[in-house]
């Protein structure tokens, strides 16, 4: 409230990368005269109240400040672009710079140096790596954030919720970093604008293509084959398409091939293919279109038993996600910027097991759940003055779950189908204060309406967050947020085939509902070389729902709802510590996270609270990024985590055996098949989750080796080592007979076998190597634009 | 040797799956110390009408390379209808006896006397066996995941409205070569469905349950005697228990973390099954006389 408004103008406008028009989010705009300092979005905009005389200062990370006086009169549009090569460290911003309290954030550069599984980085696998973020498992890229499920994170493709997220059963995440421009992963205190899911906001920003010229890369790892293309479409749009595709699978069709003389083959791959496409229609209006598909795939096919005129039998099992949206983004007026969004999602999983060659009785069965989404949105960005903007919007969204569907072509057999459509309408605002230079006020709330078929169901949630400013480098915040979920996904804990099923909720599944306090200070020191946060936070849930004991999926029952225990409870707590070291030789960070997690359902461990099957106590991540000379990259990361809690086998009973045993008789008479039962030994599990698996803890190392081709195009060399200290982690554990991969059955063996304990473990030491170039088309100064540094709109143009 | 056939296929996808998925996944065997549980009596006995009342009488332990200890001289007393009947007589390998055979209709209820243990106690009433009212063989019924035609039955039995029954269908199964005239062998004999008639309102319960052999060798046909039980609800909950036991126990690949599930127990102060049932069989079913 330093300036009267009515000498007040209104100044904003989009940050730009001067040589590829590409968005810069997380952009700095810095008034010189206030001090005020304000950050551009996803779309790279940016809108701040000033005095009709002011000196505003663009910066941004590995960027040339731009310094620009404005003694504009009148509310301007002032477009920026901003010109890479300088090294962080080389410029800080001598103001106070908005803190992003219970966020994490990664930069593409950061995303690409960590050595990773395969050779091929990703971002979800990189996201675990900081304070209060776990992975499902190790061989998963699904989150598990500040004691959530996994089910409880809304992933975000340039605004546009993606619904599965895995390609190889986690191995690999479906967001390709050749398409990314931005990464934030929000762990509580969310706006708003964002809800529907109670524990994580990810919200993947991808780039929107070169604007000078055509470029691309092409890379290959022991993953997969990938490769992208963008530039510029006519004169006002650009275009990004990336692509990727696995080689294994056609090396495994071979070998299996092989190995069963064509009486078996296998074959598992994934593949996704991602384009945007970006019109700027106008310096006030843009519009894009975002596509994406992406599948997992595993076909078994079988000749298997002679004569050679046997059927030919086709299993497959196929899983993953349609994507296709339209965004609009306008500038209104300068202090009002809007967004029109209608966007299509799809993610379905489909077994299916097909025979052919059998006399007059060839098949298909088919078994299948989806989840379809069609969702409208419409953002207002406002700015009201310096010290208040305002963020409203609307969200309307069908959605079909079909948690359960069943065809055959076979006659005797009636299809089965469940479905349901629920439609999710939400309104929310944000109110923004900057009450004094001190402090900063979010205050909003979310409304929302949900109806499925008899149910209905309305939210309020409240939502606060408040900063204070204790100096330009010491933050301290405290918020509080409510969040509703309107569907459910049940998983199991490992399984590797895709067996994760969204149900939406009704009368017999509640919506789950979170409250979540969190409280954290930021300091920068040294020149902002050095970043520190300490955070803290209480989770609360309610109307958990997951698969009853025992039960694994709800293939096969029609009845499927009752296998699906609900009214589940939970809470989570804890305290993550980050440290960053920004610029230097030595580049890195150290993350440390206490926390719990518990679950108590009704039927689960005697209504008795149990830890959570992902409650890791303590969480230690060291990442570490050295420069070695112009050509070479080191880049180390360590991770120690308490084992994920199981539950543990305590004793053995002797158990009927149900099934006989029998002594065929041979006197080769009906009459004559004599049972005759026994009684052999089953465990008997102790309580839920009591038991803990031994730490896990890896060391990862990567080296990156850059160099230009004979015909100037960037080449990249990835070499990294996996679990270098090849550490056995434990998987899980279990008792057998055999150390093979034959598993004894004692029901079906009169005879006592002493069982032994077995560890699985996933990965051990495991090398790769990836290549990636980048070139350019020959018409890369064509269209050359590195000579704009702004673009100035007076409002009334 | 066709019997493996199934096993080998979920065996080879095993091994595929390993090889993709987890690269170089290790099972490792690992020590451990197996923490102490106490030894309390174990009380198993499922019986069938018409069967000499039969025990299994052993007491709990820890994890360990010993077999578990079985009760040779507990004292088990059997109460039929709520009066003292006779002290069961030890055999062997923890097997009771007693010289009555087990009848419809009656409750049975054992009590098992061991040192330094609360008396064990279970009891049950046997249900009456329902017939099939009606019952057809589909002999090529539908295909397996091996590509292979197996059966179907559709039957219908009679439903008392007024209460919750539980049935487990059984299926003696006997094969011949094909075209023969010699007589059929027996070949296996298995459970085919569990189901209770807990939301059925008609007075007449239908069914058409699919099944396999869990077997196949194209120069055999097959005959099928099939055995509908009328179960107690402790024999149901047991072997819904059962199920999701081995499916924990020994998940389907290897490759997932079990699911672990405690076997059902309606023994008081113990562990184990105490459960009955009575039965009906079909007449011998072939693809000719369906």
């Known amino acids: 409230m330093a300036l009267n408004a009515q000498s007040q103008v209104i100044i904003s406008g989009f940050i730009t990368d001067a040589k590829t028009n590409e968005t810069l989010i997380g952009a700095y705009v810095h008034d010189t005269i206030t001090g005020q300092v304000v950050s551009s979005n996803t779309n790279g905009y940016y809108s701040m109240a000033v005095n009709k005389n002011s000196h505003l200062v663009y910066s941004y990370v590995g960027y040339t400040p731009q310094a620009i006086p404005v003694y504009s009169t009148t509310d301007t549009l002032i477009s920026v672009f901003l010109t890479g090569g300088k090294k962080l460290g080389e410029v800080t911003v001598k103001a106070r710079q908005p803190q992003r309290f219970n966020t994490s954030r990664l930069t593409i550069k950061e995303i690409e140096q960590l050595p990773s599984l395969g050779g091929s980085p990703d971002v979800l696998k990189a996201m675990q790596l900081l304070p209060g973020i776990q992975g499902q498992s190790e061989s998963s890229s699904m989150l598990i954030v500040r004691g959530g499920d996994p089910g409880q994170n809304l992933y975000l493709l340039d605004e546009t919720p993606l619904i599965y997220v895995n390609h190889l059963g986690g191995f690999l995440s479906v967001f390709n970093p050749d398409m990314m421009n931005d990464v934030s992963l929000s762990k509580g205190g969310f706006p708003p604008q964002y809800g529907g899911k109670l524990s994580s906001v990810v919200n993947i920003t991808q780039k929107k293509g070169n604007a000078s010229g055509r470029k691309g890369s092409f890379g290959i790892s022991i993953t997969d084959i990938n490769g992208s293309m963008e530039g510029p479409l006519g004169k006002k749009g650009t275009y990004i398409i990336t692509a990727r595709k696995t080689l294994f699978d056609f090396l495994l069709l071979g070998a299996t091939k092989l190995m069963n003389g064509g009486n078996y083959t296998m074959r598992y791959g994934f593949h996704d293919i991602n384009s945007k496409f970006t019109w700027q229609l106008n310096p006030k209006n843009k519009l894009s279109v975002n596509l994406y598909q992406g599948d997992d795939y595993l076909h078994i096919r079988s000749k298997l038993i002679p004569p050679p005129d046997m059927p030919r039998l086709h299993s497959k099992i196929i899983w993953g996600n349609w994507l296709a949206a339209t965004r609009w983004t306008s500038v209104l007026t300068p202090r009002l910027n809007t967004e029109t969004a209608l966007s299509f999602t799809r993610y379905r999983t489909a077994f299916v097991q097909s025979a052919s060659n059998i006399n007059n009785a060839a098949f298909k069965d088919r078994f299948s759940t989806a989840v379809n989404d069609f969702t409208l949105r419409h953002h207002w960005n406002c700015t009201l003055n310096n010290w208040s903007r305002v963020n409203a919007g609307l969200n309307s969204s069908l959605i079909k779950h079909v948690p359960y569907r069943y065809t055959s072509t076979r006659k005797e057999i009636d299809d089965e189908k469940t479905q349901e459509h629920s439609f999710l309408n939400t309104l929310y605002a944000d109110l923004e204060i900057n009450a004094t230079k001190l402090l900063t006020l979010n205050t909003g709330i979310r409304a929302a309406r949900y109806n499925i078929n008899n149910f209905t169901d309305w939210a309020f949630e409240p939502r606060l967050r408040t900063t204070a400013h204790i100096t330009n480098n010491i933050d301290i915040n405290a918020s509080y947020m409510q969040v509703k979920q309107y569907s459910h996904l049940l998983f199991t804990t490992g399984n590797i085939a895709s067996n994760e099923v969204w149900v939406p909720a009704n009368n017999e599944f509640r919506p789950a509902t979170s409250d979540q306090l969190s409280a954290g200070l930021m300091v920068n020191f040294l020149n902002q070389q050095f970043h520190a946060e300490i955070s803290g936070y209480y989770k609360d849930l309610e109307n958990l729902s997951t698969y009853k004991a025992g039960e694994i999926d709800l293939k096969g029952d029609i009845n499927w709802p009752s296998r699906v225990e609900t009214g589940g409870r939970g809470f989570a707590y804890g305290l993550e510590f980050y440290l960053k070291k920004n610029y230097g030789d030595f580049t890195g960070s150290i993350g440390y996270t206490y926390s719990r997690s518990f679950r108590k359902y009704p039927n689960i461990n005697n209504n008795q609270t149990y830890p959570f099957a992902y409650d890791r106590p303590h969480s230690l991540t060291v990442l570490l990024n050295r420069k070695l000379n112009p050509n070479w990259d080191l880049s180390m990361t360590w991770v120690y985590q308490s084992g994920l809690p199981y539950t543990p086998v305590v004793g053995r009973q002797y158990t009927p055996s149900y099934e006989y045993y029998f002594e065929p008789s041979g006197s080769g008479s009906l009459a004559t098949g004599e049972a005759e039962s026994f009684y052999y030994e089953a465990l008997i599990y102790g309580e839920h989750n009591n038991g803990r698996i031994k730490p896990y803890h890896r060391l990862d190392v990567g080296l990156q080796y850059h160099k230009l081709s004979k015909r100037g195009n960037r080449v990249i060399w990835s070499f990294s080592v996996y679990n270098a200290y090849n550490r056995q982690n434990p998987n899980y554990y279990y008792f057998d007979y055999y150390s093979t991969l034959d598993t004894y059955h004692p029901q079906f063996d009169p005879e006592f076998k002493p069982l032994d304990k077995y560890q699985v473990s996933f990965f051990p030491i495991l090398p790769s190597v990836g290549y990636k170039v980048y070139f350019e088309g020959k018409n890369r100064e064509k269209n050359p634009i590195k000579d704009r540094f702004i673009n100035f709109l007076m409002f009334d143009e | ?290």
């Open chain 2, 1 to 290: 040797m066709d019997l493996l056939i199934a096993f080998k296929i979920k065996k080879n996808r095993f091994v595929f799956f390993m090889g993709l998925l987890i690269i170089h996944g290790c099972h490792k065997k690992i020590p451990f110390d197996a923490a102490e549980f106490e030894q309390i009596p174990t009380l198993n006995s499922i019986l069938a009408t018409d069967s000499l009342f039969t025990l299994h009488a052993s007491l709990t332990g820890k994890m360990g390379r010993d077999s578990l200890p079985v009760l040779e001289d507990a004292l088990v007393d059997l109460y039929i209808d709520g009066t003292f009947a006779q002290t069961l007589q030890y055999t062997q390998k923890g097997i009771y006896q007693a010289n009555h055979r087990v009848k419809p209709s009656h409750q049975y209820k054992c009590v098992l006397n061991y040192p330094n243990s609360p008396a064990v106690a279970a009891s049950c009433t046997v249900p009456k066996a329902t017939p099939f009212n009606k019952i057809q063989l589909i002999y090529h019924g539908w295909i397996d995941e091996t590509g292979e035609t197996q059966p179907t039955i559709v039957f219908t039995i009679p439903n008392d409205t007024t209460t919750t029954q539980y049935f487990d269908v059984w299926a003696r199964i006997f094969y011949r070569s094909k075209g023969s005239n010699e007589n059929f062998r027996f070949r296996n004999y298995h459970q085919v469905f569990l189901f209770n008639t807990e939301h059925q309102k008609s007075t007449v319960v239908s069914k058409h349950l699919e099944f396999s052999r869990n077997s196949y060798s194209p120069n055999y046909e097959y005959a099928y005697i099939f055995e509908l039980r009328s179960v107690t609800y402790g024999y149901y909950r047991y072997a819904e228990s059962l199920k999701l036991y081995n499916q924990g126990r020994f998940p389907e690949f290897n490759t997932s973390s079990p699911e672990p599930f405690n076997l059902y127990s309606n023994v008081k102060n113990g562990y184990g099954i105490f459960a009955a049932y009575s039965y009906f069989c079909s007449d011998t079913l072939t693809q000719n006389n369906k």
